[in-house]
């Protein structure tokens, strides 16, 4: 039997067809010809050749005023065995009859069984065709649908790779860009701090330059008192 692939694209579905084997009965028939025939003849021998067994019951006669004429006794015996011939003939007729009757109602059932086995053997070469093609049907199906569901998977998978993709590409642009944003606050941040201590050293730095004017104006107007009055020197007293 050739390799059976479901995945095939050009598969074909396989068709076997089991016809189940009939028995073949032997006919009854012959037996029962020769039963019949067998019961004919031992009958006939028996009635043939065995004699009349009948007791003869002899009457009283009955005085007569004319003698009975004598009976003859060839004809007294002749007629018992014309009449076993004749019975022997009749049962034989019958026998054959009967034999004839029974081999024609075997033959029939015979032929009803046979037609009966010969109708059971179809019908079972006929469900096993269908349920051979029901479940080469089913099998095309169901490999059919395993080919979707794969086919699904494969797509559901790149999907999912590409959402990754697109999701970590994202990411990495929101991550770039918040970097790229602290570090221009922070630059500006510097900016202003430096900014800040720029001023703060050109305002200590007037400061410095208004004390040391206002010191020299202080040193001058100093001389100029000293000019104009006597310094006093006081000497200190000694103790003796």
Do not use: C, H, Q, W
Request: net charge negative.
């Amino acid at each position: 039997m050739a390799n059976y692939d479901p995945n095939d694209p050009d598969k074909t579905t396989p068709r076997e067809t089991y016809v189940e084997p009939v028995e073949k009965r032997s006919s009854p028939l012959p037996l029962i010809i020769g039963i019949l025939l067998a019961l004919a003849l031992a009958y006939f021998v028996l009635t043939r050749f065995m004699g009349n067994d009948d007791e003869v019951v002899e009457e009283p006669v009955v005085e007569a005023t004319e003698e009975a004429p004598a009976a003859d006794p060839a004809a007294t015996t002749e007629e018992p065995a014309e009449e076993a011939a004749e019975d022997a003939e009749a049962a034989v007729e019958d026998t054959a009859d009967d034999a004839e009757a029974a081999a024609d109602d075997a033959a029939d059932a015979a032929a009803d069984t046979a037609d009966d086995a010969a109708d059971t053997a179809t019908e079972a070469a006929d469900d096993a065709a269908d349920a051979a093609d029901g479940a080469a049907d089913a099998a095309a199906d169901t490999a059919d649908d395993a080919a979707d569901t794969a086919a699904d998977a494969v797509d559901s998978a790149g999907e999912a790779a590409d959402d990754a993709a697109d999701a970590a590409v994202d990411t990495a642009d929101d991550a770039a860009d918040a970097a790229a944003d602290t570090a221009a606050d922070a630059a500006e941040t510097a900016n202003d701090a430096a900014a800040d201590a720029a001023d703060a050293a050109g305002d200590a730095a007037d400061a410095v330059g208004d004390a040391a004017a206002d010191a020299a104006d202080a040193a001058g107007d100093a001389v100029d008192g000293a000019t104009e009055e006597p310094v006093v020197t006081v000497e200190p007293e000694t103790s003796n």
